[in-house]
């Protein structure tokens, strides 16, 4: 089916990936925890029980390696990890109170309360704190390698002629938006572009069975297309937006109310970022994440694009990233929950259609993310607090600054 970049489109696609979701197993115990429903620790300590979700992708690293170094436990956390099947699933768990928090999409909760990926006006999934920057790509398939890497004009090109299928991973998350703002720097016309809902372990199956032509997700489903030789790397987000928001930790309800078990939660997410950024762990990361139970993909696959070392595929040759591959703590830049970017999503939300009338930016803003919460943990961590919450920024793809203080030019820029 043909569906054109309207919020119309949009919604079917929120219903149809809700029912691949509902077809699947919703929940899948991840099978690498061990005793999930010990309830306590060292010396007879109760633990307090928590429920985290993860998608399989390399970014939900700092929740696999603050479980499996031991950084829960010592903040006298029982936490169980839970794999989910996909987007839709992790926002129906986190609404239905299945699951307590996790890895999940920064811009998921924006996309809910907007009505695009969710029931308008629904503000219970709230940001605490940012969990990666960088580290998704455009993936293109072998046949389109004319398209080259990050050539806007050779993009609009094949768009125009090809109208190719594309995906994303959920209606108005961050991939969909990285490959709706791709779409619009090419200038192509894309009334007649095929768009997509797919769960992100799935992209590679689907493009390899020509299903699709495209897609827009985080690691390592970007380098297993490589490596199986069906696709190349057309850009990474880090060449879109440098250092962008990409997945946080987002809680529901019980967590939100909750707010000593959060911090502490929190705290240990936030050490085992520090010793994911120090690279001389990441070998150790690619091994540790490679397990059916988390991303069931080979180390080899993984450990590469945490390096920076992208080989690009279709005889494209590598890119080298220093300091802006896939990023976790940044020395606290990574970690803050910025005000101005949920502004940013939100105005592209008005860029493409999706929402009619002008978004309370500011009370959406106060409303999804736990501010008071994020600069009382990082007080407490000797974590500095950037100055820059409502600063302007830079978007690298089309060399635009961002001015959340003038939010309206962005909200009416073709």
């Not at 996909?86 to 109170?97: C, E, F, H, K, Q």
Request: charged share 20%; aromatic share 8%.
């Amino acid at each position: 089916m043909t569906t054109s970049l309207n919020r119309r489109g949009f919604l079917r696609l929120t219903g149809s990936a809700a029912a691949v979701a509902a077809a699947g197993s919703i929940l899948t115990a991840c099978a690498v925890d061990e005793n999930p429903g010990q309830a306590a620790g060292a010396g007879g300590k109760n633990l307090r029980k928590v429920k985290l979700g993860f998608i399989a992708l390399t970014d939900c690293a700092p929740l696999i390696a603050a479980k499996q170094l031991g950084y829960f436990a010592e903040r006298g956390l029982d936490v169980e990890l839970i794999k989910q099947a996909s987007w839709p699933a992790t926002r129906d768990n986190l609404l239905s109170g299945e699951i307590d928090g996790g890895h999940v999409l920064f811009s998921m909760p924006l996309s809910v309360a907007m009505g695009i990926g969710g029931k308008a006006g629904t503000t219970d999934l709230k940001i605490a704190m940012v969990l990666n920057n960088n580290g998704q790509a455009i993936t293109l398939k072998k046949a389109y390698a004319g398209a080259g890497y990050g050539d806007l004009g050779a993009a609009k090109e094949l768009l125009e002629k090809e109208k190719p299928k594309l995906a994303m991973t959920f209606p108005g998350g961050t991939h969909d938006t990285w490959l709706r703002y791709w779409l619009k720097a090419t200038k192509a016309d894309t009334s007649n572009i095929q768009v997509s809902a797919v769960p992100p372990p799935q992209m590679v199956s689907n493009m390899a069975a020509n299903n699709q032509d495209g897609y827009c997700v985080g690691e390592p489903w970007g380098a297993v297309a490589v490596q199986k030789d069906i696709g190349f790397t057309h850009i990474t987000t880090q060449d879109i937006w440098q250092h962008h928001p990409e997945k946080a930790l987002v809680v529901g309800a019980k967590l939100t109310n909750d707010q000593d078990t959060l911090a502490d939660i929190m705290k240990a997410t936030l050490k085992a970022a520090r010793w994911l950024d120090d690279l001389a762990n990441r070998d150790k990361l690619a091994d540790m994440l490679a397990p059916v139970g988390y991303v069931n993909a080979p180390a080899a696959n993984i450990k590469g694009r945490l390096l920076g070392q992208y080989d690009l595929g279709a005889g494209l040759g590598t890119k080298t990233y220093t300091g802006d591959q896939m990023m976790f703590f940044r020395d606290g830049e990574t970690s803050l929950p910025r005000r101005s970017h949920v502004y940013w999503f939100l105005a592209q939300y008005q860029r493409f259609g999706l929402v009619k009338e002008t978004p309370d930016y500011a009370k959406l803003a106060d409303e999804l993310i736990l501010h008071d919460l994020y600069a009382k943990v990082a007080a407490a961590e000797g974590i500095k607090i950037p100055d820059d919450d409502m600063a302007p920024f830079h978007i690298k793809l089309d060399n635009i600054m961002f001015d959340p203080k003038n939010v309206a030019d962005e909200a009416r820029r073709p």
